[in-house]
């Protein structure tokens, strides 16, 4: 490892490496993976956004740059994208509030 | 994007043919076109007839694209000369190759565009115009839509996307809006439109250093966008991979791309695209009339191979359709992923 630090982006056309410890695992994870986004009743293009929307709340900077380049690819727009982006930011916005329900209940039942 | 200087006016070193295939022949790390094609057992590759002549008027264009790979522009003044067009009709008439491609520059800028069409027109063969869609709106073109029309031309009109942001950081500012107008100019005249005969084929080239996507999606993508946003019809969509040549180059060089973009041609390699690559079935004449593998051999100064005839004035069909095709390393850029030529996929 010729880097100090964690990310490093060309270790994204790595990522086949993996298999080595366990090739038929990942034999199986890469057919689900090429199934997963191969046009379905969803567009390609759709699935693109998706992981796109997915890869920033899980914040993986491999995935970014992978799916920033594939919704273009597929078609997208930045607009497009950004929408994606938003959606997932919405929903790890509002599952943090969310909680602040049982936050609530927590409070109701300690206080007098 | 405002307009901007062709690499020759600019004299940048990237305007030489010779800079652009030095870096294109890299440092020797990555694997050369040759090699692949050869190791896919596809090597030498050869023509298999001669079914398109597609006709380089010259490099004059109203336009100045980030992307374009002759550096065609208002500054550029090689054009064809009324002799050579004829060469090219001669060549046409002791043949019988179906279709006549001509590209430019803006082809229509050149004084002997018209002539070029009712010879071709008049022979019986199909003729193609890549058009940049904004010079129909020039004064001096006023009746172009309506010569075109009249003579049955198809139209090959370049438009990388669907909106104006993306359209006009590739094409100019301002491109997108006229080139709608110009669009709705020719489906006014029964271009694009169903059950016309009048063909209006859109061209996209990524805005950007990716890959085309799937020409399948994109058409239907672009036909319900066009139609709901701007109200205008075409006939079909060609996706067109951008060739690391010429602009496109000095974008991937300044940009940082270039590597990866590279990479990415050469990891997409089809060996089932090569097949269909648009050289096997072409041949291409430039503006003074010597003869090319492609468009893009073309502004790379690359002739065909001596062994067949490099002058359209010697024209000769049958060796031509035999002749051994001249490859480099952008050639990675027709063998990516579907293919690309321009007809679209080649898959």
């Known amino acids: 490892m010729d880097h100090d630090h964690y990310y490093h982006a060309g270790d994204l056309g790595r990522f086949a490496e993996i298999g080595k410890g366990n090739p038929e695992l990942w034999e199986k994870f890469s057919a689900y993976y090429a199934a997963v986004f191969a046009e379905g009743a969803l567009t390609e293009r759709e699935k693109a956004l998706i992981a796109l929307g997915v890869a920033n709340a899980v914040q993986c900077p491999y995935c970014i740059d992978a799916y920033s380049r594939a919704c273009l690819e597929k078609g997208s727009n930045v607009e497009e994208m950004t929408e994606a982006v938003h959606v997932a930011c919405a929903i790890r916005g509002g599952a943090t509030l969310v909680h602040g329900v049982q936050m609530r209940n927590v409070v109701d039942k300690l206080s007098m | ?347």
């Not at chain 2, 031509?320 to 850029?333: M, S």
Request: charged share 20%; net charge neutral.
């Open chain 2, 1 to 347: 994007m405002s307009l901007q200087a062709s690499l020759r006016s600019r004299q940048s070193a990237l305007a030489s043919p010779d800079e652009q295939l030095r870096i294109l022949a890299g440092e020797g790390d990555a694997a050369s076109f040759d090699a692949t094609l050869a190791g896919a057992q596809l090597a030498p590759l050869r023509a298999s007839g001669v079914g398109v002549l597609q006709i380089n008027v010259g490099k004059l264009c109203n336009q100045s694209c980030g992307h374009c790979h002759v550096d065609a522009g208002p500054d550029r003044r090689e054009v064809m000369t009324p002799e050579t067009a004829a060469q090219c009709i001669a060549a046409l008439a002791r043949s019988d190759i179906p279709t006549v491609d001509i590209t430019g520059g803006a082809p229509e800028l050149n004084p002997s565009f018209r002539w070029l069409v009712e010879q071709s027109h008049a022979l019986g063969r199909h003729v193609i115009d890549r058009c940049n869609l904004t010079v129909l709106l020039l004064p001096s073109q006023d009746d172009l839509g309506a010569f075109l029309a009249a003579h049955r031309v198809e139209v090959v009109a370049s438009l990388p996307y669907y909106r104006p942001a993306q359209t006009d950081a590739q094409r100019g500012d301002g491109v997108f809006a006229r080139s709608i107008a110009a669009i709705r100019k020719l489906n006014h005249l029964g271009y694009g439109q169903p059950d016309s005969g009048l063909e209006l084929n859109l061209v996209v080239n990524p805005v950007g250093a990716f890959l085309p996507a799937k020409q399948t999606a994109i058409e239907a993508q672009f036909r319900r966008e066009l139609e709901r946003r701007e109200g205008v019809v075409f006939s079909h969509l060609y996706t067109i991979t951008n060739m690391p040549i010429s602009r496109f180059l000095e974008f991937l060089l300044a940009s940082g791309n270039y590597q990866a973009y590279m990479e990415r041609l050469v990891a997409a390699f089809n060996p089932g695209a090569v097949a269909g690559v648009m050289c096997r079935s072409m041949v291409s004449v430039g503006w003074d009339g010597t003869l090319y593998d492609c468009d893009f051999n073309q502004m790379l100064e690359l002739p065909v191979r001596d062994d067949a005839p490099r002058h359209v004035r010697d024209f000769d069909a049958a060796r031509l359709g035999t002749r051994r095709i001249v490859t480099r390393n952008h050639c990675y850029g027709c063998t990516a992923g579907a293919g690309s030529s321009c007809g679209g996929t080649t898959t």
